[in-house]
């Protein structure tokens, strides 16, 4: 395998996770390079689930693990990670784990602020996980930002808790009418974490170039999706960085030149959480079949998945934003019971065809899909492990949607499983 990058082409939840944790194996270091713990990533490996929201899934593999300077990371919550994995009997100390210097500390008013925003708007929210990753963005852009280098140099940390927070307090107290944080208590809970994170924190970039120098393999992970970017997401109903694949280099500190495979992660059908558009979505009751079959509840906050049929218009639109060099198709299973099943080929808007995702929300929420409907399998594949066991309308399913996107798919996903994962073409070379 070479060097590879994992992306959502969806709304995210593709299952990015479960084929990270797959190709781990294969992979000498894993690399996270933007989000935060908005992110939720779940494996399945004997039967156990483990769902990791800012280390990179890699660890399961207890392979060399990198939090790049793209990230927010709650530092709060990062410890409670480590230490729900160490409970689990994965390493996750130094040794297994770096954190770039220059990663962007979420802050307690960062999560305030998110809450307070979110409710203040009422219905023309965004739904947002509440881990406060816009606000941390925010004051990253606006440079008043927080970073782990910060740490290292604790008075400075201190100045700049102090000073922030004027300004915070004021915009908390005054437009959220929300109670003020007192300094000294945002110190005191730093000072008693920050001796345990200080090991962890390193210069990502200059360790993974030397990774590369030394032929050692390089595993990206994404998170969220395509359509949550920053930039070409359904914007404002997005997330607060950029998902896409050219941020991996970004995020991370390598150059873009060193990507050999860009694969983008395809859930056989299609979901969202929280607010914003969704052409294909369903209302009916296929649509709950889709959330109950798959067991669509994020794997962050616990909210149901609001589920459709797959949709070409976005999967082509990732494929073009992100380069991608190949497709992993997940919880083709979840579709084993339906008599039909439709893939959404362009939209309808005032009587023209559309083919390309369009920026404007309101044109988005206007557009009607245009669909294809193709025949179900009507047979279980949960324990089909090559290609060509698989139902002949399970296996034109496939070969259509590569047709229509013009991508290559090479993994096939058939549950959660680490195992339950046809390789259909190799990437392992
Ligand atoms: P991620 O955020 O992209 O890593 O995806 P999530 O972990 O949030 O959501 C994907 C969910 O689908 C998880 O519960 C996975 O265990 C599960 N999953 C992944 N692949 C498959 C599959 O092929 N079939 C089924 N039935 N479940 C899967
Ligand atoms: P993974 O990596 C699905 C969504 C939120 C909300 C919007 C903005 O598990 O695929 P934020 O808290 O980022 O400001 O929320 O983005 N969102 C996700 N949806 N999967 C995710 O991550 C998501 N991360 C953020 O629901 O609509
Ligand atoms: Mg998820």
């Keep these: ?14 299952g990015k996770g479960k084929i990270v944790d797959l190709l781990s194996k294969h992979a000498d270091y894993v690399v996270r390079f933007q989000g935060g713990n ?17 280390i990179p899934s890699g660890i399961i593999q207890q392979k060399k693990c990198f939090i790049g300077n793209g990230v927010v990371v709650d530092p709060f919550v990062l410890l409670d990670e480590i230490d729900y994995l160490i409970s689990n009997s994965i390493d996750a100390s130094p040794k297994m784990l770096r954190i770039s210097d220059r990663a962007h500390i979420i802050m307690p008013y960062h999560r305030m602020i998110d809450s307070a925003r979110e409710e203040k708007i009422g219905a023309q929210k965004i739904g947002t996980t509440g881990r406060g990753i816009g606000p941390c963005y925010e004051d990253k852009a606006a440079r008043r930002g927080i970073r782990f280098c910060d740490l290292l140099d604790f008075d400075l940390f201190k100045e700049k808790v102090a000073t922030i927070l004027e300004e915070k307090n004021f915009y908390l107290t005054q437009y959220y009418k929300t109670k003020a944080l007192d300094p000294d208590t945002v110190i005191r809970e730093f000072k008693q974490i920050k001796d345990r994170l200080i090991p962890y924190i390193d210069d990502v970039s200059v360790i993974l170039h030397e990774g590369i120098k030394n032929k050692k393999i390089l595993l990206f992970e994404g998170a969220q999706g395509t359509h949550l970017d920053i930039e070409h997401g359904t914007y404002p109903f997005v997330t607060s960085s950029s998902v896409v694949s050219g941020n991996a280099a970004n995020g991370s500190g390598v150059g873009p030149a060193c990507f050999d495979e860009i694969i983008g992660i395809v859930k056989a059908y299609a979901t969202r959480v929280g607010e914003g558009p969704f052409p294909t979505e369903l209302f009916d009751e296929i649509g709950d079949k889709l959330q109950k079959t798959g067991s669509e509840f994020g794997a962050t906050t616990g909210r149901k998945r609001r589920c459709g049929w797959i949709d070409m218009v976005v999967l082509k639109n990732a494929a073009k934003l992100n380069s991608l060099s190949g497709l992993a198709i997940t919880k083709l299973d979840v579709l084993d019971d339906l008599d039909e099943i439709k893939i959404c080929t362009a939209y309808e808007h005032n009587g023209k065809t559309i083919a390309n995702f369009p920026a404007e929300i309101k044109i988005l929420q206007e557009c009607s899909p245009v669909y294809e409907t193709h025949p179900g399998w009507k047979e279980d594949i949960t324990a089909i492990r090559e290609l060509d066991d698989l139902p002949i309308n399970a296996k034109k399913y496939l070969a259509r949607l590569e047709e229509l996107s013009g991508v290559k798919i090479k993994i096939i996903s058939v549950g959660p499983g680490r195992e339950a994962t046809i390789i259909k073409e190799s990437i392992f070379n």
């Design 38 to 54: 908005n992110a939720g990533h779940t494996m399945v490996v004997n039967g156990k689930a483990i769902i990791s929201h800012l």
């Design 1 to 14: 395998m070479g060097n590879t990058v994992i992306i959502g082409t969806q709304w995210g939840d593709e």
